[in-house]
């Protein structure tokens, strides 16, 4: 059975304060791994698809990576509009219908 | 790009009403469609997964009758609360991509309320 484990739970930082999330997964063949942004009251905002071990992609101040059991998310000099929660979650390659197995989330605030 | 939208964005309905929820993919043909649904502080739970002029894919525990799913057009699916009851209100939410795509879009979600 996939798994998606996220940390930590919550995590608070100071505006300007540089930190990185977990994603720690177990998949039978990774096809993809994804990392959402969740406002409150909104659906996800895709941020990041990786698929391979060693790769890397970067958005203003996030920078997704990806190794064979896990993801960080990093985020450099955060600011408060930086406060969401941040989803991962993968995608098997012998998954049926392609559904994605969803991690619980890290909400992060970012205090200014 | 990859724009998804729901219709509506908030509902409040009676107790013993069906209620139907839009979601559309605006700028790219959706050959899937995600529904799901998420409780408070929790992440989100696929109920069903449905392609383009099939019959939906129902996960286990999710009953079909009362999640009525239709995917009629590559840019439309909608998810119908039949018979709806107080525990039934939660934040519905859908996601689509497209063919060769393996990322999915979210729409904004859909608030429903049963009183």
């Known amino acids: 059975e996939d798994q998606v484990t996220q940390s930590p739970e919550a995590l608070r930082l100071q505006e300007g304060e540089s930190s990185s999330l977990n994603c720690s997964y177990t998949?039978?063949?990774?096809?993809?791994l994804f990392w959402y942004r969740q406002d409150p009251g909104k659906g996800p905002e895709f941020l990041f698809t990786l698929y391979s071990a060693g790769e890397e992609k970067e958005k203003e101040r996030l920078k997704a990576t990806l190794t064979k059991k896990e993801s960080f998310l990093h985020i450099t000099a955060p600011k408060p509009e930086d406060s969401a929660t941040y989803l991962c979650?993968?995608?098997?390659?012998?998954?049926?219908?392609?559904?994605?197995?969803f991690g619980e989330g890290t909400q992060l605030t970012v205090n200014p | 790009g990859a724009v998804v939208s729901q219709h509506p964005s908030w509902v409040i309905c009676k107790s013993g009403t069906s209620v139907k929820i839009e979601c559309r993919s605006l700028?790219?043909?959706?050959?899937?469609m995600f529904w799901y649904r998420q409780f408070p502080k929790q992440s989100l739970m696929l109920m069903a997964t449905?392609?383009?002029?099939?019959?939906?894919?129902?996960e286990q525990g999710v009953e079909k009758d009362k999640f009525l799913i239709n995917h009629a057009s590559l840019t439309l699916s909608t998810l119908t609360v039949t018979s709806a009851h107080p525990e039934d209100s939660s934040f519905y939410i859908c996601?689509?991509?497209?063919?060769?795509?393996?990322?999915?879009?979210f729409g904004p979600g859909t608030r429903l309320l049963v009183l």
């Open positions: 979650a993968v995608q098997a390659e012998e998954t049926s219908g392609s559904r994605l197995t």
């Open positions: 700028d790219f043909q959706a050959t899937t």
């Open positions: 998949v039978s063949g990774l096809r993809g």
């Open positions: 449905s392609n383009e002029g099939s019959k939906a894919t129902y």
């Open positions: 996601s689509a991509r497209g063919l060769a795509i393996q990322t999915q879009y």
